[in-house]
């Protein structure tokens, strides 16, 4: 078989709408810019993911706890952690046909200067030296709250989920009884107003986020560094990321963000290049102490080996699930042409990822075996996600369930009634057929699926 390395976001993009992962927003309004809506098989993978993650970062761990945080919060939150101050982007407009542009995507644009280098060329429309100067544009989505909407209503849709774990380090430090290290990890919906949003759902001015902060001592707060930098690049591997699409970039200190002892992205090769994925940042001690500072309240966490007050270091994992979505899909698919010059569309993803883990399809209509295939399909979705379809041919259907990833097909044929009480598993990746009987169904699939 010939399979394509490398496939284009239209092919993404067209297979998304096609098969109900993704939607554009308000489409029977024209849509709405950088906006998505997510679809049947969309929810149900976006929701995998979260529980991978969830998994992984909570749940098989003993020092890591969980919180849900509110979305629109006490403005002095972001004063205090330096949003409404830093959280900018450089911003040009282009004189000639009014487009903006974040001035850092500029291949003219100098980090040291904070400043373009003329010449410049508008990609929008072609026009040379026609940017205005370069000025500051804060990110953060405002709003207001109660009936007047005047300064002292003022508040803004968070940005990110880090700093609901920061101004609740004392609460769950005091109900769980945690000793450091420990961690804090939530998942949830953040707001920016992207200058130049796109790429599909790569960058939005609505996503999900999940991170973790995790608390230390300040002597191990580099060590712990390096610890979740392999972790999460190790995450990805186990998920089914090809090693090849992977790698990490460390930002250079000059331009490492403001709270920032360092920072790891870990890359991906986007059909446009190599881009963010997830960044792993080592905060220092910069948060609680802000919050400290602005709240008046003592953040510090009693050492019991040194008998002493300290602000512990933070080191931050953070990523989106939109984007962990979208790698997926970039990296799952697959066009293979067998020896009769016929294409298979494939996602190879990986069984604790795919939106439909079985699918369960009887040979026909046939008013003999549709009865028992839906006597199957009762068993299997208490313990699977799954789909039924007997519409068309098996090959379309078993063609359609490649498209969107299904690891593993079910069988019902006449043989299942008349001889054996058996059905056949077929495998989505290698096309093989497993003749298994009834009783043993359940089992025999879910060793197959619980590989994560």
Known sequence: MVVNERVEMEKIVSLCKRRGFVFPSAEIYGGFANAWD????????????????????????????????????????????????????????????????????????????????QPTTCRNCNATNSFTEARQFNMMLKTFIG???????????????????????ENVLTTSRRKLPFGIAQTGKSFRNEITPGNFIFRTREFEQMEMEYFCRPEDGFRWF???RDERYQWYRRIGIKETSLRRYDHPREKLSHYSGGTTDIEFAFPWGWGELEGVAYRTNYDLSQHQQFSGRNLTYYDEETKEHIIPHVVEPAVGVDRIMLILLLDA?????????????????????APVQVAILPLSRNEKLVPKAREVWALLR????????????????????????????????????EEDNAVTIRERDSMAQERVPLPELVDRLREKTDVF
């Open 147 to 169: 009936p007047v909407e005047d300064a002292a209503a003022v508040a803004y849709l968070r940005p990110e989920t880090a700093q609901g774990m920061f101004v609740n380090f």
């Open 38 to 117: 997510y679809g049947p098989l969309g929810v149900e993978m976006r929701r995998r993911i979260r529980d991978a993650w969830w998994r992984a970062m909570v749940t098989e761990r003993d020092d890591v706890a969980g919180l849900e945080g509110a979305i629109v919060t006490n403005p002095r939150v972001w004063e205090a952690s330096g949003h409404l101050k830093h959280f900018t982007d450089p911003l040009v407009d282009c004189r000639t046909c009014n487009f903006r542009f974040r001035a850092d995507d500029l291949p003219e644009w100098d980090d040291e200067a904070r400043a373009l280098r």
């Open 382 to 417: 208490r313990h699977f996600v799954t789909q039924y379809d007997d519409a068309q041919s098996i090959g379309r259907r078993y063609r359609r369930q490649d498209e969107i990833g299904t690891p593993f097909c079910v069988t019902v044929d006449f043989q299942t009634i």
């Open 226 to 228: 390096d610890y979740w």
């Open 333 to 353: 698919y697959d066009e293979e042409t067998d020896s009769k010059g016929e294409t298979r569309t494939v996602l190879h993803l990986h069984p604790a990822i």
